[in-house]
């Protein structure tokens, strides 16, 4: 499992005339094959008029199934300059389809390749993505008299604290990334003294949102 990456928020879309095309662009996060293809034939249904369906697609976390359809555009201008817009945002697991209904002027290959690649970065955009971090759920039980001081270390820290439970003592479900795991617990025990009861949990992929000025970097 890679200790985090990038993708999409489940699903988005945004609309671009150039030239008196309209090219609607479609972006969901896939993580098998067949859901990339269920995502693609549904627009192709909804959008069955449309003088295009232009799509590409990555799965996986090395990002072994790679595909990309032109859809009866001039080879090599619609597809592949999806495909590669996927890339250089480093997104993962991630379809993109582009609708286009014909305006009545031809773009030339240049002008194909900026409208269907500039279709999907928008709709990036639109959409949003997302860091999947691989973290380790801590589940630290104290006194109350300790909350105040361990909440407010946790907040300033780079943990996360993920929710607060008032049971009969307090309980703190935090998370800390995968390799700082003993430095979470050395960090606990100095800051309760050695006075924290810390319940390990499961690893799993928490999502941060990425910042808009640095989804293109």
């Not at 590409?56 to 001039?74: C, S, T």
């Amino acid at each position: 499992m890679l200790n985090s990456y990038y993708t999409v928020k489940p699903e988005g879309e945004k609309e671009l005339v150039i030239q008196k095309s309209r090219f609607i662009g479609y972006i969901r996060r896939c993580e098998t094959e067949e859901e990339a293809n269920t995502f693609i034939n549904e627009i192709k249904k909804k959008h069955k008029d449309a003088t295009h369906n232009c799509s590409a697609y990555l799965i996986g976390e090395h990002d072994l199934i790679q595909k990309a359809n032109d859809d009866g555009e001039p080879s090599g201008t619609a597809g592949v300059p999806m495909l590669d817009v996927l890339k250089k945002r480093g997104l993962k697991d991630t379809a993109a389809v582009v609708t286009r209904y014909f305006g009545g002027t031809k773009l030339g290959a240049g002008g194909l390749i900026r409208a269907y690649s500039g279709a999907v970065s928008e709709a990036i955009d639109e959409t949003g993505m997302v860091e999947r971090r691989l973290m380790k759920q801590m589940n630290v039980t104290i006194d109350y008299s300790l909350l105040g001081k361990v909440e407010n270390g946790a907040r300033q820290s780079k943990f996360i604290l993920d929710r607060v439970n008032y049971l009969e003592k307090v309980e703190l479900v935090l998370y800390t990334e995968n390799e700082d795991q003993e430095e979470f617990r050395d960090w606990i025990t100095n800051i309760t003294s050695g006075q924290a009861e810390l319940l390990e949990g499961d690893l799993s992929y928490r999502e941060l949102d990425v910042p808009s000025d640095k989804q293109k970097e």
